[in-house]
């Protein structure tokens, strides 16, 4: 962790290392604790997090399902004689 030093005129970043190595230290061992849990102990620790990207991930797929439900609708033929007009003897959506 660079400290800047006040005694010095020129201003110059110190290096200071004792802090460095505790720094150094607890990064590992955090690391060490994140690698060890389990996956439903993650889940409990970071819902959440879980939860914000279960939302986001149902959105883009109901986005994508969008496209399919619509061309779907206006397939059948209820929706087709509400809306439709008689054309040919059979009703038909206009592409507009």
Known sequence: MAALDPSKDNKKYVYDTVNADIESEKSL???EVEHSVTFQK???LHYPAVLW??????ATILKGMDGGIVGSLVG?????GQ???L???TFTIEAS
Do not use: Q, V
């Not at 990207?53 to 149902?58: E, P, Q, R, S, Y």
């Not at 059948?76 to 087709?80: A, G, L, T, V, W």
């Open 87 to 89: 054309y040919n003897d």
């Open 76 to 80: 059948i033929e209820p929706f087709k």
């Open 42 to 44: 993650a889940i409990k």
């Open 83 to 85: 809306y439709g007009y």
């Open 29 to 31: 061992r955090y690391t």
């Open 53 to 58: 990207a279960l939302f986001i991930n149902t």
